[in-house]
């Protein structure tokens, strides 16, 4: 069974930056992909950034786009998402998943329901 396990999550004022990294655990553990999303109160959980676990795809909704940066390490079975210039709207709990399996098209890493382990979240606060 596959552990994900999210730190790095806190409060900061707007302008600064946070780096939330992601522990994957398991016996056999060889993901497909790994993704960010996070889920504000009262919202829907969204998409927020994503990487295949070989090669150099990545993916970002656009409201992160030039701030936020995904990064992973094989050997250590970790994947970080750097987030700077934060703004109050990126208030949310942050999720970390991972997909075993392969997916063709780009726009599937954006899905919730494409990844199947989860993390149990880390909540980023940014103030005005």
């Known amino acids: 069974q596959v552990q994900l396990v999210e730190s790095g999550g806190g409060l900061v004022q707007a302008g600064g930056s946070l780096r939330l990294s992601c522990a994957a655990s398991?016996?056999?553990?060889?993901?497909?992909?790994m993704g960010w999303f996070r889920q504000a109160p009262g919202k829907e959980r969204e998409f927020v950034a994503a990487t295949r676990w070989s090669g150099e795809s990545t993916y970002y909704t656009d409201s992160v786009k030039g701030r936020f940066t995904i990064s992973r390490d094989n050997a250590k079975n970790t994947v970080d998402l750097q987030m700077n210039s934060l703004k109050p709207e990126d208030t949310a709990v942050y999720y970390c998943a991972a997909r075993r399996t392969s997916m063709t098209l780009s726009s599937s890493y954006y899905y919730p329901n494409n990844y199947a382990y989860w993390g149990q979240g880390t909540q980023v606060t940014v103030s005005s």
């Open positions: 398991g016996r056999t553990f060889s993901p497909y992909a």
